[in-house]
């Protein structure tokens, strides 16, 4: 959800795994194309987010198994004031469906486990990092850490939504398959032709007193090394676009992406496809940019894996929604946890390029842990 727009699905009407490999994406595009094949889609509501659709979350890495795509047996859309309800076959009552949905449990609070790895090791991989990119290697790779944290009881899923949602109705918020976050950085969002993208980059927190926290949203547009690791994430992201659109538009400047607790530098494109394009071939092309993996690709990919020591699982990953006809909503899989049935692991990242600080980068990745921790704590 994002805004006054909503999706919420219950019941399972197909399942799909995609498998492993770089092929993934397309082949979530063909298996979804052979599902509807013979099938009647009725949709009288005919808006976004209407007819036939299903929810997608995949790993970061394309080695690691974990990616799922779900059809609901019924979906529940909202905007504006308006809302439908979609089902697939034959449901008898979709409320019955919705009221047998997990409610509110009784509300706990989460206790910290700890990261995988200490702090001090994290920031000697942040410096390993450094000194690839000073040796010309790398220009740009972006580290991960996670935390554990666990409850005596299930964390409200219902209630934790909405906690995110309130907190940050900038953000999408998003839950599949126990993955549940709210990301401030748009994929891609394609509807017919029309597709847009946002590129963020380049980070720096917020500050209770108004005076200092223009002082700190100025220092950001005018540092070199923030707008240089910023430019490396549009410059990606315009190339893969610029391959797939007749006529793709990017925003002159950086702008200010602000959120409750930080700032992002951030740079909008919109374009028109050349015909015939999915969201899911868009996406695969995209993924992943360098916001959560580096430049070069190929080299970033090879360092994450080296020296991160963690599973990311389907952190970072594409997370959103897709419809019949090709198009859909993707967010990156940011400030997000991976729930299990009495805790979580949370997951932040931070990006590293020349002039980095590895104390730095450990606070910036504290200050975006602490979005969930503090939804997490359902008592507040």
Not at 206 to 220: F, G, I, S, T
């Amino acid at each position: 959800m994002m805004g006054d727009f909503s999706l919420e699905g219950y019941g399972e009407a197909w399942r799909f795994e995609p498998g492993l490999g770089e092929g993934r994406f397309l082949r979530v595009r063909d298996a979804w194309s052979d599902w509807l094949a013979g099938r009647e889609i009725d949709d009288q509501v005919s808006d976004v987010g209407s007819g036939a659709l299903g929810f997608a979350s995949f790993t970061f890495d394309p080695e690691a198994p974990g990616s799922v795509v779900v059809v609901p047996a019924v979906v529940v859309g909202r905007r504006a004031g308006r809302s439908w309800v979609t089902t697939v076959g034959d449901v008898d009552s979709p409320l019955s469906i919705k009221q047998s949905a997990p409610g509110a449990e009784p509300p706990d609070r989460p206790r910290y486990v700890g990261p995988s790895h200490p702090d001090w090791e994290w920031m000697e991989s942040v410096a390993r990092a450094l000194r690839l990119i000073e040796s010309g290697r790398l220009q740009k790779v972006v580290l991960a850490r996670d935390v554990a944290v666990w409850s005596k009881s299930p964390f409200g899923v219902r209630r934790l939504l909405r906690r995110l949602h309130h907190s940050f109705p900038e953000c999408y918020t998003f839950l599949v398959d126990g993955l549940v976050g709210a990301s401030p950085e748009l994929l891609l969002k394609q509807s017919d032709r029309k597709v847009e993208s946002v590129a963020l980059a380049g980070t720096a927190p917020r500050h209770p007193d108004p005076v200092r926290d223009e002082q700190l949203a100025r220092r950001l547009l005018e540092s070199e090394k923030d707008l240089r690791e910023h430019e490396l994430t549009a410059r990606s992201v315009e190339r893969v676009l610029g391959e797939v659109c007749a006529r793709l538009d990017r925003s002159p400047e950086p702008t200010l992406r602000e959120l409750v607790n930080l700032r992002h530098l951030s740079t909008r494109f919109t374009g028109l496809l050349v015909e015939g394009l999915s969201s899911f071939e868009v996406v695969h092309r995209l993924h992943p940019t360098p916001a959560v993996g580096g430049v070069p690709r190929r080299g970033a990919m090879e360092v994450i894996a080296g020296l991160e020591r963690i599973d990311r699982g389907r952190y970072a990953g594409p997370v959103g929604w897709f419809d019949s006809v090709g198009g859909g909503e993707w967010a990156i899989a940011l400030r997000c946890a991976q729930l299990n049935e009495t805790g979580a692991r949370l997951y932040a990242g931070a990006g590293i390029v020349a002039g980095s600080l590895p104390e730095e980068e450990l606070a910036e990745t504290r200050l975006k842990l602490r979005a969930m921790t503090s939804a997490l704590d359902l008592r507040t």
